[in-house]
Nanobody, 118 residues
């Protein structure tokens, strides 16, 4: 089992930045590819970004490419999502995931709300 706890969400104006963090515990964090997904009201959960176990490979949804950056610190068992140039359409609950691909994951956090005002 892997337990994931997100933090760093909040309210920000369009054009602003936020940094989400996800602290992992349980099984060896560095064994897992880690990802971020999001779910806006009335919409299905969607893929945002994924990072390989070593941090050497990343992949992003087209909607966030060039604005968001995923990173990880295996010594701290933490994965991050730096979000810049935020838009109102980025408003969603953001979920951290372990054992993640672009569609599914093995473990999920409880989510953190990000709201971008226009």
């Amino acid at each position: 089992q892997v337990q994931l706890v997100e933090s760093g969400g909040g309210l920000v104006q369009a054009g602003g930045s936020l940094r989400l963090s996800c602290a992992a515990s349980g099984r060896t964090f560095s064994n897992y590819a880690m990802g971020w997904f999001r779910q806006a009201p009335g919409k299905e959960r969607e893929f945002v970004a994924v990072i390989s176990w070593s941090g050497g490979s990343t992949y992003y949804a087209d909607s966030v490419k060039g604005r968001f950056t995923i990173s990880r610190d295996n010594a701290k068992n933490t994965v991050y999502l730096q979000m810049n140039s935020l838009k109102p359409e980025d408003t969603a609950v953001y979920y951290c995931a372990a054992g993640a691909g672009t569609v599914r994951a093995d473990y999920w956090g409880q989510g953190t709300q990000v709201t971008v005002s226009s």
